[in-house]
């Protein structure tokens, strides 16, 4: 019921924020409740706190940024700092590296209708 609870909460406050409008509890609130959905009262207070503190704008943009690029960006800094040209060559070693070439099944001895 919450993962319920939690699509609708988000999906009024993307409406919301759509037509422009803050993003409160008794928004959100009102929105679910003409679409007839039931929720917990404690959601709607939920979602307003976060688009509080987050921008929605910016959350919409970087949703397929994920996790995996920040390491990174937070290594990179340090080795500037740090060593000056030595962070340069490591980089050019893994663009000179090449991937493994794919198996084809003429390799293997069969086919997938065989």
Do not use: Q, R
């Not at 939690?6 to 919301?16: G, H, N, V």
């Not at 996790?67 to 040209?85: E, H, L």
């Not at 000179?96 to 086919?111: A, C, I, L, Y």
């Amino acid at each position: 019921m919450s993962s319920v609870s939690e699509a609708a909460c988000s999906y009024a406050a993307l409406i919301l924020h759509d037509d422009g409008i803050p993003i409160t509890a008794e928004k959100i609130a009102t929105l679910v409740k003409a679409a007839n959905v039931s929720i917990e009262s404690y959601w709607p207070g939920l979602f307003a706190k976060l688009f509080e503190k987050c921008d929605i704008e910016n959350l919409i943009t970087n949703v397929g940024a994920g996790g995996g690029g920040a390491p990174v960006a937070a290594a990179a800094p340090v080795a500037a700092a740090g060593g000056g040209g030595a962070a340069a060559p490591p980089a050019a070693e893994e663009k000179k590296k090449e991937e493994p070439e794919e198996e084809s099944d003429d390799d293997m001895g069969f086919g997938l209708f065989d």
